[in-house]
């Protein structure tokens, strides 16, 4: 068995549509849109604006204006067959523009965060920089834990008593919080993949080898974000012999 970027993104949709979304629905919280799996009632979308043809994740960020405006999104009984990339090139530049169009939504969305509050209220405004800051965020954190853990290893000093004792208060938090959100993530994958015929169960222990790709992925689009913000790295679709058919 071997990491395979179809397989765990299958995991990880599974537990997008299966788990994360139908719960941030039961909160109330803002639901960032995902791809073609949408339904708009068309007098709303209009009345928006449409989508930012300028942002390339424009479904993500027309799921947050939805909400700033007084709408909300509902969860449909149904599912798409949507083609995973079958390789790691292709699944880089995709991710590389979902990573990218993210960080377009939050920081559009926050450049007047007061404002922003006020439309979407506290509790809705929180989830907002939790889901998408903080999304953006982990991934690009992710690999400087494990650079930092690597320096404290080679050095001989990790967990050491310190000079100051914050410093091992700080990575026992650091280590429970990695830990926790790898068992977390780990375990709604599981109950995702149940309801969806338990395929791929034993791909999950490749989570954290996942998350490093998505954070090298999320450093690609910070890069082009400075670089060329509006490039559309596109997705060949049609490629696997299930699409294919």
């Given at each position: 068995?071997?990491?395979?970027?179809n397989?765990?993104?299958?995991i990880?949709?599974?537990?997008?549509?299966?788990?994360?979304?139908?719960?941030?629905?039961?909160?109330?919280?803002?639901?960032?849109?995902?791809?073609?799996?949408?339904?708009?009632?068309?007098?709303?979308l209009?009345?928006?604006?449409?989508?930012?043809?300028?942002?390339?994740?424009?479904?993500?960020?027309?799921?947050?204006?939805?909400?700033?405006?007084?709408?909300?999104?509902?969860?449909?009984?149904?599912?798409?067959?949507?083609?995973?990339?079958?390789?790691?090139k292709?699944?880089l530049?995709?991710?590389?523009?979902?990573?990218?169009?993210?960080?377009?939504?939050?920081?559009?969305?926050?450049?007047q965060?007061?404002?922003?509050?006020?439309?979407?209220?506290?509790g809705?405004?929180?989830?907002?920089?939790?889901?998408?800051g903080?999304?953006?965020?982990?991934?690009?954190?992710?690999?400087?834990?494990?650079?930092l853990?690597?320096?404290?290893?080679?050095?001989?000093?990790?967990?050491?008593?310190?000079?100051?004792?914050?410093?091992?208060?700080?990575?026992?938090?650091?280590?429970?919080?990695?830990?926790?959100?790898?068992?977390?993530s780990?375990?709604l994958?599981?109950?995702?993949?149940?309801?969806?015929?338990?395929?791929?169960?034993?791909?999950?222990?490749?989570?954290?080898?996942?998350?490093l790709?998505?954070?090298?992925?999320?450093?690609?689009?910070?890069?082009?974000?400075?670089?060329?913000?509006?490039?559309?790295?596109?997705?060949?679709?049609?490629?696997?012999?299930?699409?294919?058919?």
């Amino acid at each position: 068995m071997r990491l395979l970027p179809n397989a765990e993104f299958a995991i990880e949709y599974a537990a997008l549509f299966s788990g994360l979304l139908p719960t941030l629905q039961r909160l109330g919280l803002p639901i960032p849109l995902g791809g073609t799996s949408n339904h708009f009632r068309i007098s709303a979308l209009k009345w928006l604006g449409a989508w930012d043809a300028f942002n390339v994740t424009e479904d993500a960020d027309l799921g947050m204006r939805l909400y700033r405006h007084g709408y909300v999104c509902r969860m449909l009984d149904s599912e798409t067959a949507e083609e995973a990339p079958c390789s790691f090139k292709p699944w880089l530049y995709q991710r590389t523009r979902w990573m990218k169009g993210w960080m377009q939504t939050y920081f559009v969305h926050m450049r007047q965060p007061f404002k922003l509050w006020r439309q979407l209220g506290t509790g809705r405004f929180l989830g907002f920089q939790v889901m998408v800051g903080g999304m953006i965020f982990s991934a690009l954190a992710h690999p400087v834990f494990y650079l930092l853990l690597a320096i404290e290893v080679s050095a001989d000093t990790f967990l050491l008593l310190p000079s100051s004792v914050l410093g091992i208060h700080v990575w026992l938090v650091a280590l429970f919080n990695i830990a926790i959100g790898y068992l977390a993530s780990m375990t709604l994958s599981l109950i995702a993949l149940k309801q969806k015929g338990a395929r791929f169960v034993l791909h999950i222990l490749f989570m954290p080898a996942y998350w490093l790709l998505i954070s090298f992925a999320a450093y690609r689009a910070l890069g082009q974000l400075v670089t060329k913000p509006f490039h559309w790295e596109k997705t060949e679709h049609g490629v696997s012999s299930y699409m294919a058919k």
